[in-house]
């Protein structure tokens, strides 16, 4: 099952920079979509769930274009606290219920 | 504050060993996932369970079985361990589906010699 594809990266951008992140998923009939952070050798931890609308928290922004099956994260004004991994993620349906699928993720490096 | 906690962070077992993976979590959440996470391969499904004594194979099952007897206990069980199985464990819960987070323990790394 490849249900999510993204770009790895890396992503080496200046402090201060905008950077976007995109993904694509393979089921159509998918309904909730999100974007996680993992920091090197930390476990998975949500940034953001993504709505059909778009929303923004802060300097993070998600959108989600149901037709073309794809979704974004745009980061504005880089921080070096931002340099993590950044993880597509689709929840998917399986027999007894949905589990998450997630994308190899996105590395991004913030630089002084 | 969820906490998901596993049983080790570091794991070493020999080929052909039965190995037990533990994970609890403290917040009387429904649904438990077991995910491998692998360099150039990302996280992966092993295995998932809904509720108490529920179980379904996720994309990557083979080699693997679980067992859910309590609601906060979900267990990962290598039958025989092989050395392909040498991987970074992570255990997941939350409440239930949809836009629920998902919260991660700490993840045990295991190797398989």
């Known amino acids: 099952r490849k249900e999510v594809e993204q770009d790895p990266g890396p992503f080496n951008v200046p402090e201060g920079a905008t950077v976007a992140f995109n993904c694509t998923y393979s089921n159509s009939a998918s309904q909730s979509f999100f974007w996680y952070r993992q920091d090197c050798r930390k476990e998975p931890k949500l940034l953001m769930s993504v709505y059909s609308s778009g929303n923004e928290d802060g300097r993070f922004t998600a959108q989600l274009n149901r037709a073309s099956q794809y979704i974004s994260l745009l980061i504005r004004d880089s921080k070096l606290s931002d340099s993590a991994t950044y993880l597509c993620v689709v929840n998917c349906a399986y027999d007894s219920g949905y589990a998450l699928n997630f994308g190899k993720g996105t590395s991004l490096l913030v630089t002084p | 504050d969820v906490k998901v906690t596993q049983s080790s962070r570091y794991l070493v077992k020999r080929t052909g060993e039965k190995v037990f993976l533990e994970c609890v979590q403290d917040m009387d959440h429904e649904n438990m996932f077991w995910y491998r996470q692998d360099p150039g391969l990302g996280l992966r499904l092993i295995y998932f369970s809904y509720d108490v004594k529920m179980k379904e194979k996720g994309d990557i099952p083979e080699g693997y079985s679980v067992s859910r007897e309590k609601k906060e206990r979900f267990s990962l069980i290598l039958e025989s361990a092989s050395t392909n199985q040498t991987s970074m464990y992570l255990c997941?819960?939350?409440?239930?589906?949809?836009?629920?987070?998902?919260?991660f323990g700490p993840g045990t790394r295991l190797t398989v010699l």
């Open positions: 997941a819960s939350r409440i239930s589906g949809g836009m629920d987070e998902q919260f």
